[in-house]
């Protein structure tokens, strides 16, 4: 295996897999800064206003499989769509717990790391 090859396989076995009511397993990806400047193209200007329908889109961008079967970033507002209506609520909740755990993960290392 390629150098290359090695970092994508490592990168997947390192992506969070989460588990939602309905027994799904969602595989998220990280969303750094070229991610959220894909996500706001994707939304496109108006929506980028629109915190609600933003939220919930940052959610579905986060996600990278369900049941193993890999989904790209959306690229567009009908995409975001599609994995949002994939996910339905009960995946959507999932995502969102992932978030705060994570949010308050880092929120404690930032508290330790002060002490």
Do not use: W
Request: no cysteine; charged share 20%.
């Amino acid at each position: 295996m390629s150098g290359a090859q090695q970092r994508i396989v490592a990168a997947a076995e390192a992506a969070p897999v989460i588990t939602d009511k309905e027994g799904r397993r969602i595989t998220l990806r990280r969303i750094g800064a070229l991610e959220k400047l894909r996500l706001f193209k994707a939304v496109g200007p108006q929506l980028a206003q629109n915190e609600p329908y933003l939220a919930i889109a940052l959610l579905a961008f986060a996600v990278a499989a369900i049941e193993d079967v890999p989904l790209p970033n959306p690229a567009n507002e009908a995409q975001i769509e599609m994995v949002v209506q994939k996910l339905g609520e009960s995946g959507l909740a999932a995502v969102a717990a992932a978030f705060a755990a994570t949010q308050s993960s880092r929120a404690a290392q930032l508290d330790a790391a002060k002490n």
